[in-house]
């Protein structure tokens, strides 16, 4: 599926919720869902600070698409992280360094988190673009 | 006391007070329960602010015109008021500031730079503010001087013991705060300022979270500076006042050059004018210390022993009310506290509960509260922090128990 078809489907299935209770409930739920990084991979190396909770991630490259992995030590976050993984892992460097992230606002998300929340995820994206960036640099 | 609280407090009228308990947050009544980060403005306050720009604003202490002078007025009238709120000896003992930060960080470059040389010492205590902890070291830094820290026992008390014994002729200042933003723990300053000066230290005491809670007395107290926030006392942002002893004051060099600073000014040489006005070069938040009277004429009115005894009652019901939830662990348990109830649950974190009360309409604080290092020493990585003031309500805390409950279920 290419990034923008798997952002369409996330809008969609968002927009059964009507309220926030509801939204939070299944972004907690899919927080639980998404598996634990192991333990040697929450290093200083990986993690990503955000005001109030950590965010660690690992990246790789298999075959022609990179491959993310992360985790929080706080479960919605956890859950906007499954979230951003489906879309934006398991694509190539190419598709995520051009890709254009419209659905976190479309579902309301963006402006219901304040900045000091969204902090860490916003540097998440901002990583995993670089990661994009630098497999692409390599396999030049 | 109890009884008497009962008696004189119309809490629902109180309420009605402030407009913004009457809003709706994500369709629900906001319960505001963040009042260690700042209170709610009552109408009076806001009024003052309204009439301020509509019917006085001017520059102060320059012009003749009847603006001039009517601003200039209002504008040392709430000096006079921070004067007798505070109990200080003289007006020109109050200097104002943006707001504590910024009078701590005034002390730190003024009286700081002065007095504090290669080898000395500064005490400050491990419950301290980032805000009464980062100028310090930059002075420290800068003269080659060493920050020295008292420890605290796990409930969140300074070990006083611990404290004298770090006390030498080499300690120049001590900084602690009357009370912690984070564990609401009330600090035992009278002591503590009454050690400092047996070796000759001056004491600063950051009375940011005391002043709308407790009744201060600087004379009584014997600080050599006390600092406050007019926000966190239901007054405006962006105003806070310095006090300082006169004659500590007068010997001190200025802070920022600039007017209203300056006695005579050429190219060649400039004196200085008096305290208060030598530490408030250019034009301050006229509006904003006018609109301050109001509200500190608004915390008289019901009277602090009143509001401290309420507050410690909204404490005393709602410690054993959360203490019952399961997994919840206490921080911060002193024997004396101001209305903050900081707690932790081990296996829910702080920003996913945080979050789920705020789609409730509750307002609580989540996070490190600006002091990491007392983090550090408890070895946690945040808290969940309930504040209480003068306008909320057993019924709150509750609703706020109640949707913690819920909350809970949904992360276990």
Same mark, same amino acid.
């Given at each position: 599926m290419t990034i923008n078809a798997i952002q369409d489907e996330i809008i969609e299935e968002f927009?059964?919720?009507?309220n926030w209770t509801d939204k939070y409930a299944y972004i907690v739920e899919i927080g639980k869902k998404l598996p634990d990084l192991a333990e040697e991979h929450k290093t200083e190396e990986n993690i990503i600070k955000g005001c109030q909770s950590k965010v660690w991630m690992t990246a790789r490259m298999e075959g022609d698409q990179a491959v993310f992995d992360a985790d929080s030590d706080a479960i919605i976050v956890k859950g906007l992280i499954s979230l951003l993984l489906r879309v934006l892992?398991?694509?190539t460097p190419e598709e995520i360094a051009k890709t254009d992230l419209y659905f976190m606002e479309k579902i309301g998300l963006a402006q219901h988190l304040s900045m000091t929340r969204s902090n860490g995820l916003a540097a998440m994206v901002k990583q995993i673009k670089l990661y994009a960036v630098a497999f692409q640099a390599m396999n030049a | 006391m109890e009884q008497a609280v009962n008696k004189t407090l119309d809490i629902e009228k109180i309420r009605k007070?402030?407009?913004?308990?009457?809003t709706e947050v994500h369709g629900n009544p906001l319960v505001y329960l963040d009042n260690a980060a700042t209170t709610q403005k009552p109408q009076v306050v806001l009024d003052a602010l309204n009439e301020y720009y509509s019917a006085t604003n001017a520059n102060i202490?320059?012009?003749?015109?009847y603006l001039a002078e009517k601003a200039t007025a209002q504008y040392e009238e709430t000096r006079k008021a921070v004067q007798s709120f505070l109990n200080a000896?003289?007006?020109?003992e109050i200097i104002f500031t943006r707001g504590t930060t910024e009078a701590i960080n005034l002390v730190a470059n003024t009286f700081g730079r002065q007095n504090?040389?290669?080898?000395d010492e500064v005490i400050i205590s491990t419950m301290e503010h980032h805000s009464n902890i980062v100028p310090w070291q930059m002075l420290c830094e800068e003269k080659g001087a060493t920050l020295k820290v008292i420890p605290i026992t796990?409930?969140? /008390?300074? #070990?006083f013991e611990e404290y004298e014994a770090l006390l030498?002729?080499?300690?120049k200042l001590v900084a602690v705060n009357?009370?912690?933003?984070?564990?609401?723990t009330i600090n035992p300053v009278k002591q503590i300022i009454e050690k400092a000066h047996a070796v000759g230290a001056k004491v600063l005491i950051d009375g940011a979270q005391a002043t709308s809670h407790l009744t201060v007395d600087v004379q009584a107290l014997d600080c050599d500076f006390y600092t406050l926030s007019a926000h966190k006392m239901y007054g405006p942002t962006g105003v806070g006042a310095l006090y300082g002893k006169y004659e500590l004051l007068d010997s001190m060099p200025p802070y920022q050059g600039g007017g /209203?600073? #300056?006695a005579e000014v050429s190219f060649e040489k400039t004196t200085y004018n008096v305290p208060p006005f030598k530490f408030e070069?250019?034009?301050?938040n006229i509006g904003g210390v006018v609109a301050f009277k109001a509200a500190i004429d608004y915390i008289q009115a019901i009277g602090r022993p009143t509001i401290a005894a309420y507050e410690q009652q909204l404490l005393d019901y709602a410690t054993p009310k959360f203490a019952e939830l399961e997994g919840l662990r206490l921080i911060g348990q002193a024997e004396n506290k101001v209305s903050v109830l900081s707690f932790v649950f081990d296996d829910v974190h702080h920003q996913d509960l945080g979050i789920m009360l705020d789609t409730r309409g509750i307002a609580i604080r989540t996070g490190h509260h600006c002091t990491q290092p007392l983090m550090d020493r408890l070895d946690i990585p945040g808290t969940n922090r309930a504040s209480f003031a003068i306008y909320n309500t057993e019924e709150e805390i509750d609703k706020t128990v109640e949707a913690i409950k819920g909350t809970l279920k949904m992360f276990r």
């Open positions: 927009e059964l919720f009507d892992s398991n694509q | 007070d402030f407009p913004i308990l009457q202490h320059r012009g003749i015109h000896e003289r007006p020109e504090v040389g290669a080898g796990d409930k969140g /008390e300074i #070990i030498s002729e080499k300690t009357y009370a912690s933003n984070t564990l609401g /209203e600073m #300056i070069a250019g034009t301050p």
